[in-house]
C-alpha cells in the first residue's frame, strides 16, 4: 500500500505551498541544480536555476491535492488572476497524491486560471512535461520538433541513402536528456 504523503495533512494552503516549496527545492538539488530565492514575495516566482553557462530561468512553484475525475486541478494564479506575462519561465507543479511534479514551460499554460493534470493517462495533455527535470537544464526533449543529426550517404552515383538513425537517451537508458553527439 502507498503511503500517504505527508502534504496530505497540511489544511492550510499557505503553508502546503510553502511545504511544496521545500520539497522542490530539495528535488531539484538532488537533480543537481543551482538554485536562489528571491527577498519577498513581489518576484513573480519562487526560484532561479542557473544553467552551468550561465543562463537563468525563473520557476514558480505550485501544488495541488484537488481531485477531479482521474486527475487534478491545478490553480495557475495569484491574488489578483493569472499570472502576468513573463512573470516566470516554467511552472513546477506538484501534484501531493502522487507524489509527482510537472515542470511546464510558461508558454504552454500563459492565461490560464487552472490546469488539469491527469498523471495516470499516457496521452494526456500535459504528459510531456511530467517529471521533465530535464527542461530546467536547458535540456530540449526528445521529439521536441528538433532533429539532432541527419548524415547522408552516396553508395553510388545518382543513389543517395540516410543513415545513422539515433535514438533518443529515452530510448536506450529510459531517461530523458540530449542526445549523444
Request: proline share 7%; charged share 25%.
Amino acid at each position: 500500500m502507498k503511503k500517504k504523503n505527508p502534504g496530505m495533512r497540511i489544511k492550510n494552503c499557505k503553508k502546503r505551498g510553502e511545504w511544496a516549496e521545500l520539497c522542490f527545492a530539495v528535488r531539484a538539488l538532488k537533480e543537481e541544480m543551482r538554485l536562489s530565492r528571491p527577498w519577498g514575495e513581489s518576484a513573480g516566482y519562487d526560484f532561479l536555476v542557473q544553467h552551468d553557462e550561465g543562463s537563468i530561468l525563473r520557476v514558480q512553484v505550485k501544488s495541488t491535492m484537488f481531485k477531479e475525475g482521474t486527475g487534478y486541478s491545478c490553480s495557475l494564479k495569484d491574488s489578483r488572476g493569472p499570472y502576468r506575462r513573463n512573470a516566470f519561465d516554467f511552472v513546477a507543479a506538484y501534484v501531493i497524491p502522487e507524489d509527482l511534479w510537472y515542470i511546464l514551460p510558461a508558454k504552454k499554460i500563459k492565461g490560464m486560471w487552472s490546469i488539469g493534470l491527469y498523471p495516470g493517462l499516457e496521452n494526456a495533455k500535459y504528459a510531456a512535461y511530467k517529471e521533465a527535470w530535464h527542461l530546467l537544464r536547458g535540456e530540449k526533449p526528445c521529439g521536441d520538433s528538433v532533429v539532432p543529426r541527419i548524415e547522408a550517404c552516396v553508395d553510388w552515383v545518382g543513389s543517395v541513402g540516410l543513415s545513422c538513425y539515433r535514438p533518443c537517451p529515452s530510448e536506450i537508458t529510459g531517461k530523458a536528456g540530449p542526445a549523444p553527439v
